[in-house]
C-alpha cells in the first residue's frame, strides 16, 4: 500500500524536524574542524596490551577491546 492510497482518515504525513536552540547554534559555529587519523588493524604495532589489570587489545576488524 502506497502513501496515495491511505484511507482519508489516516493523518497527514508530517515532515521530521529539528529544533537547535540559538546556544547550540552559537556553540557550534565555534567549534574548529578536527583532523581524524583512523588506524587499521594492520597499522598498530602492538594489538595488545596489558594496562590496569585488563587487558585491551585490536581485533582484526579494528575494534578495541577490554577483557
Avoid: N
Wanted: hydrophobic content about 40%.
Amino acid at each position: 500500500m502506497d502513501a496515495g492510497s491511505l484511507p482519508q482518515e489516516h493523518p497527514k504525513w508530517v515532515r521530521d524536524s529539528l529544533a537547535v536552540s540559538q546556544r547550540a547554534r552559537d556553540l557550534i559555529a565555534r567549534l574548529r574542524p578536527v583532523a581524524i587519523r583512523i588506524f587499521t588493524f594492520w597499522d598498530h604495532r602492538l594489538r595488545q596490551a596489558f594496562v590496569g589489570g585488563r587487558t585491551v587489545r585490536v581485533d582484526p576488524s579494528g575494534c578495541y577491546r577490554i577483557d
